[in-house]
């Protein structure tokens, strides 16, 4: 694959050769960035413009030719290879962004490139990946249109230039040619990056187990101190007519009030603190933010476990007591 190589023309593409931008958007355009507007304006104004050129095949090829790349006209592999022909890339476009929003080159149209003349093919989305390279010294300060030419060709007229950016499919270049190369993938630094993290994780998941177990105990304390101390009421209201049934039913139905509340709470803080709060303080950068309400689900059915198994308990306990007794306590 031949990588992108630069030249600027200066006898590139004529005014008459562009689609002209409409005044409303140039306007919007230099209300952020004057200098490139002043740039296009020139350009329009005087024919006089430079071009940056591509020699593209194989695999960058075909990634920026899929359909949805694709803004203008359509891509034919063997036409294309004949060197008879351009892709126009349009400038500063967001993928899903109405064209034409920038001048370019339209498909059909001819452009003159260092003397020689092409017919443009298709018009294509700049995908970051192979359109994004460092642009050489001397290329000077004029509006610049992108074009991509088939790598034969491209060597053909520029044959000094080497090879700027190699794509290619790394199991297939390994069995064929350098059985050896060691290959560092996306997937491989995240293992060798959670390798690393892994103490760190460990440590922080046994700080959330701990503090967990602490919330549970003390949700089961503050239940069973609320029962014991108690006992007294509960014995003047089975005194009064209430049934065992009834009073069990109704330290049941407080305990998962009581869980509801705490679930409840609990959401909404973790929710706000760490779904806003944290993220805003540590997302960007060369970390990634992932917030999960897993435990909080762990967490749920043994807090409404307990909150009805922590009552039926304690009134068993309370019940070895005969009322009278219990009448009598202070």
Known sequence: MADPGFLRAHRTAGRE?????PKDKLADWESYDAAGARQL?????????SAILYGLDGIPLEAITQEQYV??????AAEFAGGHYVLAVVPGLELGTEYPVLPAPSAGSTVELNGRAYTVMAVVYPLNPVTLLPVQQD???KFSLNFILPAETFREQW????LRKLFL?????????????PVASRQTMAEQYEVQTR???????????????????NFINSMVTAIVSRKREFA???SVGMTKKQLGRMLVNEGLFYAVLTLGASYLISSLAVGIVVRAMVEGGFTTFRFTLLPLLICTPILLIFAVLIPHLCFRNLEKHSIVERLRME
């Open 159 to 162: 044959p000094d230039h080497t």
């Open 169 to 181: 499919n790394v199991d297939e270049y390994r069995e064929t040619t350098d059985p050896g190369l």
């Open 236 to 238: 003047v209201i089975q």
């Open 71 to 76: 803004l203008e006209g359509s891509f034919d």
């Open 199 to 217: 103490s760190s994780a460990v440590m922080g998941n046994t700080v959330s187990v701990v503090i967990a177990l602490v919330g549970v105990l």
């Open 139 to 141: 290329a000077g300060n």
């Open 17 to 21: 050769k562009l689609a002209i931008t």
């Open 41 to 49: 304006r020139d350009v329009l104004e005087t024919g006089d413009g």
